[in-house]
C-alpha cells in the first residue's frame, strides 16, 4: 500500500509532534487519518482527502433521486451487453457470435446490473417487475413512473453508446441505409420486432407468458417462507432464468419481456437515422412490448400468490429468519403456525 505525502503534510506532522513533547495538545490534526486507514492501524494521512469534498458536492441526499440514479445506472449496463452483443452478431453476419451468445451477453448484463444497483434502488431494470412490485406492495406507488422513466434513459443511453461504437460496423452493413425490412436491416440489433409468421394475438401471447415466467420464477427468490436463495447468489440466478427464457422465448418476438429494454432502443432509433419506420411498421406493432410484459408481470405475480404463496406455512414469530438456512421445508410445516394476520405480507426479492 502507498501512501503519498506531501512536504506541508510532514512538516505539518512535525509541528504536531513538537507541540506534542512540550506538553501541548493541539486543538486538531493538521492532517487527519481517514476511518478505513486508522482500522487498518496504519499511521499517516487520509487517502486522497480532496475526493471527500467532491464527494459531498456530488451526494444526491433525496432517496428517491438515488434510487432512480441507479435504475439509470443498471438498465444501462443491462442494454450495453445485451445490445453490443445483438450488433456484433448482426454486422459480423454471425461470424463474431451467435443467437445463443446475445441471450447469454443479457444474461451476464442482468447480473451484472443487479450488482451494481441492487444496494441503491433494488435493481428493478423492467416496469413490469416495478409495476408487479408494487401491486404486491413491496414498492409504494409513487415510484412507479420515477423508476420506469429512469430505466427508459439507461436504456436510451445505453444504445446511444453501442450505436456510436459500432457505427461503422452498422453502416458497413447496411451500406448506409438504415431501415427496418430487408436482408440489411438493422433495427433489430436495438429494439425487438415479430417474426414474419407471426401474428398479433400470438405476439400478445408470447409476450405475456414470457413475462410472467420471469415473475413466477424470480418471486421466490427471498421469500422467507419458501426456500429462498441466499442474497449474493440471486443475481447469477436471475441471469440464469433470463437466460432460460431468452433461449426458449425469444424467437418469435425478440424476448423483450421489458418495456424499457424495447421502448429505449427504439426511441434511440427514431433519433439516430431509422426514422419513424420504427413505430409504424408491422401495423404499428412497438405497443406489443410495451404492454404485454406488464400484463405478463402482473399474472405471473398473481399465480405465484395463488398457487404458492398463500399456501406456505406461517414463519413461527420467535424463529429468526435466515436466508442461508439449508432446513428443509417440510420441517416448517411441522412447526405450530403463527397468528393469522391482516392482509398478505409476501417477502421477495426487489430486483
Request: glycine share 8%; proline share 8%.
Amino acid at each position: 500500500m502507498r501512501i503519498d505525502v506531501t512536504e506541508g503534510q510532514v512538516q505539518a506532522n512535525k509541528q504536531v509532534l513538537g507541540m506534542k513533547e512540550r506538553g501541548q495538545v493541539p486543538d486538531k490534526d493538521p492532517w487527519p487519518v481517514a476511518p478505513e486507514v486508522r482500522k487498518m492501524g496504519v499511521k499517516g494521512p487520509s487517502f486522497k482527502p480532496q475526493m471527500e469534498g467532491v464527494k459531498r458536492t456530488l451526494r444526491v441526499t433525496n432517496p428517491l433521486a438515488r434510487e432512480c440514479l441507479g435504475e439509470v445506472m443498471g438498465t444501462f449496463v443491462l442494454l450495453m451487453f445485451g445490445c453490443s452483443a445483438s450488433a456484433q452478431v448482426k454486422t459480423s453476419r454471425e461470424t463474431k457470435g451467435q443467437y445463443l451468445s446475445a441471450n447469454m451477453a443479457f444474461s451476464v448484463g442482468v447480473m451484472s446490473a443487479m450488482y451494481l444497483c441492487k444496494g441503491v434502488s433494488g435493481a428493478h431494470l423492467n416496469p413490469a417487475v416495478t409495476l408487479s412490485f408494487c401491486s404486491l406492495g413491496r414498492v409504494p406507488w409513487v415510484k412507479l413512473l420515477p423508476y420506469t422513466l429512469s430505466q427508459v434513459l439507461g436504456a436510451y443511453l445505453a444504445s446511444g453508446l453501442v450505436f456510436l461504437v459500432y457505427y461503422d460496423a452498422i453502416m458497413d452493413f447496411s451500406g448506409g441505409n438504415l431501415t427496418v425490412y430487408g436482408a440489411n436491416e438493422t433495427a433489430s440489433i436495438f429494439a425487438t420486432y415479430p417474426a414474419a409468421h407471426l401474428s398479433l394475438s400470438s405476439s400478445i401471447l408470447d409476450q405475456v407468458v414470457a413475462t410472467a415466467m420471469l415473475m413466477l420464477c424470480i418471486l421466490p427468490l427471498d421469500d422467507q417462507k419458501n426456500s429462498p436463495a441466499p442474497d449474493a447468489l440471486i443475481p447469477p440466478i436471475v441471469a440464469v432464468i433470463v437466460l432460460g427464457i431468452g433461449m426458449s422465448m425469444s424467437s418469435n418476438c425478440g424476448g423483450a419481456i421489458n418495456p424499457a429494454r424495447d421502448l429505449g432502443p427504439r426511441l434511440l432509433t427514431l433519433t439516430a437515422g431509422w426514422g419513424t419506420e420504427v413505430f409504424t411498421c408491422y401495423n404499428y406493432w412497438f405497443w406489443v412490448p410495451m404492454m404485454a410484459p406488464l400484463l405478463g408481470g402482473m399474472l405471473g405475480s398473481g399465480m405465484y400468490l395463488v398457487f404458492i404463496a398463500w399456501h406456505l406455512p406461517d414463519l413461527p414469530t420467535n424463529r429468526p429468519i435466515d436466508s442461508s438456512s439449508t432446513k428443509p421445508t417440510t420441517e416448517v410445516w411441522k412447526q405450530p403456525p403463527a397468528p393469522e394476520k391482516e392482509g398478505v405480507e409476501l417477502k421477495t426479492a426487489v430486483f
